[in-house]
């Protein structure tokens, strides 16, 4: 059975830092993109990150590029997201979802992880 | 980027109806069209991919079509576990845009 699992949010300060992480089961970890969506309080989804299998490509919403990395580790099968200079509208569910393909669907989501950003 | 536009943003809807969503990409992205249900508080889940694939383990009374730029999710007989929003996704380019979802609720 496919299993994602995110884990690492929390509370923090404006201009602080987080690292979110996702571990995943039940599937060849490598053989997939990896990618963060979050989803703002009441709000919509928002594609956040990506990385293809190899970590060869890597892709950010503008809204988090030069503050927010994302990396893998295939030997450990997880996805991280490093989150830097953190800002209020930063306050979100983080979810990892895989897609099998560059232009395939999130087939698989995990259960999201709360990340809140408030002095 | 493509923007997304779904519409509506929510309909009331009785058990038993047939009920269209409808997603409009802002250029064309061939059938890279993704439909998702999200229920409060889960994660969403994939129920059409490729514009029309009904993804393994959801009810048929799901469908999905069109292409380039229009495209439609039809729930043919609303059931009551039904009741959630629905977001729309291209996967033809990044950024991997959402719609703005549309939220089913009870009539």
């Known amino acids: 059975e496919v299993q994602l699992v995110e884990s690492g949010g929390g509370l923090v300060k404006p201009g602080g830092s987080l690292r979110l992480s996702c571990a995943a089961t039940?599937?060849?970890?490598?053989?997939?993109?990896m990618n963060w969506v979050r989803q703002a309080p009441g709000k919509g989804l928002e594609w956040v990150s990506s990385?293809?299998?190899?970590?060869?490509?890597?892709y950010y919403a503008d809204s988090v590029k030069g503050r927010f990395t994302i990396s893998r580790d295939n030997a450990q099968n997880s996805l991280y997201l490093q989150m830097n200079s953190l800002r209020a509208e930063d306050t979100a569910v983080y979810y990892c979802?895989?897609?099998?393909?560059?232009?395939?669907?999130?087939?698989?989501w995990g259960q999201g992880t709360l990340v809140t950003v408030s002095s | 980027d493509i923007q997304m536009t779904q519409s509506p943003s929510s309909l009331s809807a009785s058990v038993g109806d047939r009920v269209t969503i409808t997603c409009r990409a802002s250029?064309?992205?061939?059938?890279?069209l993704c439909w998702y249900q999200q229920k409060p508080g889960k994660a969403p889940k994939l129920l059409i991919y490729?514009?029309?694939s009904l993804q393994t383990g959801v009810p048929s009374r799901f469908s999905g079509s069109g292409s380039g730029t229009d495209f439609t999710l039809t729930i043919s007989s609303l059931q009551p576990e039904d009741f959630a929003t629905y977001y729309c996704?291209?996967?033809?380019?990044?950024?991997?845009?959402f719609g703005g979802g549309t939220k089913v609720e009870i009539k």
């Open positions: 979802a895989r897609a099998p393909t560059r232009v395939g669907p999130y087939d698989n």
């Open positions: 039940g599937f060849t970890f490598s053989d997939y993109d």
């Open positions: 990385i293809t299998g190899t970590s060869t490509y890597i």
């Open positions: 250029q064309t992205i061939s059938r890279y």
């Open positions: 490729a514009a029309s």
């Open positions: 996704q291209q996967s033809d380019s990044t950024p991997k845009t």
